[in-house]
């Protein structure tokens, strides 16, 4: 198992390693910034996701060390990427640099009629755009684009996810993003 090679100090384990969940990992950090910040700044993302990977190195890889098995190891690093990146932005938010209030004032999820003020009204327009949008497609058609660009999963992860066919995961997501450009167009104008 590629853990068990990283714990041991395998030469290319972590480089496998990183490979293999850089993708899942950093779709947490981005999807959590969207979620709190109504925008993702690329270059806090790419320095949340270095100093994930250094948390996780540092000590022997103390960390790693800690996981337990208890659900797949994917997951667990996306946890952790989340929980990072929500502690990145509370401390972020208390030096100013996002503005607004503390991060604990902050919901992950707009309450009904509630409005981020810090982030333009462009951007939180487009948010809740998208999120009513996404709300309309079909349930394997949103978790498929949910999977792919948030999560940053594989289309076979995805399918297996799914329980659909790998070959069938390309013609749902290009499928749901014909349907999203459609709606799109049909609310253009409309306020």
Avoid at 3 to 30: I, K, N, P, Q
Avoid at 86 to 107: A, Y
Wanted: net charge positive; glycine share 8%; aromatic share 8%.
């Amino acid at each position: 198992m590629l853990l068990e090679r990283c714990l041991r100090g395998e030469a290319d384990a972590w480089r496998t390693f990183v490979g293999r969940y850089h993708s899942t990992m950093e779709g947490a950090v981005r999807f959590t910034f969207l979620k709190c910040l109504y925008k993702v700044p690329e270059n806090d993302v790419e320095n949340v996701v270095q100093d994930l990977y250094a948390r996780l190195y540092e000590d022997d890889f103390r960390r790693l060390r800690s996981y337990q098995s208890r659900c797949p190891l994917g997951a667990w690093l996306k946890s952790l990427a989340v929980r990072h990146t929500l502690n990145t932005i509370r401390d972020e938010k208390v030096r100013g640099r996002f503005g607004g209030p503390s991060l604990d004032d902050t919901p992950l999820q707009p309450e009904a009629g509630g409005v981020d003020v810090s982030a333009p009204a462009e951007e939180r327009e487009a948010v809740h755009r998208l999120d009513a949008l996404m709300d309309q497609l079909g349930p394997v058609q949103r978790a498929a684009l949910k999977m792919f660009y948030y999560d940053g999963l594989t289309y076979r992860r995805i399918a297996a996810a799914l329980g659909i066919s790998t070959q069938s995961v390309g013609s749902i997501i290009s499928r749901a993003r014909d349907r999203l450009r459609d709606l799109l167009k049909g609310t253009e104008g409309k306020p």
